[in-house]
């Protein structure tokens, strides 16, 4: 069993910068992908980043490429999402994700396992 914390969400102006972690805890996950979701009021939750295990593979949705970066600490069981330049229409919950077996696609929700509660992003324009 992992479970997952986030942490680092807040209210920022727009052009103003988040740095959001996901703590797990329970099993350790250096070895799968991980991931990050996001939900707006009133829409779907939707793919935002991901990594994989060892770190070196990153794929992000074309709306943030740029903008944002994932990354991961393997020693720490910790995954952050640095988010620069962040618009209001990133206001959204923002939740990870532990993908144990990597056969889906990356993008996909339903390849993930483990989901945290996720942390609310409030952009203001």
């Known amino acids: 069993q992992v479970q997952l914390e986030e942490s680092g969400g807040g209210l920022v102006q727009a052009g103003g910068s988040l740095r959001l972690s996901c703590a797990a805890s329970?099993?350790?996950?250096?070895?799968?992908?991980l991931g990050w979701f996001r939900q707006a009021p009133g829409k779907n939750r939707e793919f935002v980043a991901a990594i994989s295990g060892s770190g070196v593979n990153t794929y992000y949705t074309d709306s943030v490429k740029g903008r944002f970066t994932i990354s991961r600490d393997n020693v720490l069981n910790t995954m952050y999402l640095q988010m620069n330049s962040l618009k209001p229409e990133d206001t959204a919950v923002y939740y990870c994700?532990?993908?144990?077996?990597?056969?889906?696609?990356?993008?996909?929700?339903?390849?993930?396992?483990?989901w945290g509660q996720g942390t609310q992003v409030t952009v203001s324009s």
């Open positions: 329970g099993r350790t996950f250096s070895s799968v992908r």
């Open positions: 994700a532990v993908d144990r077996r990597g056969t889906g696609w990356y993008s996909w929700k339903s390849s993930y396992d483990y």
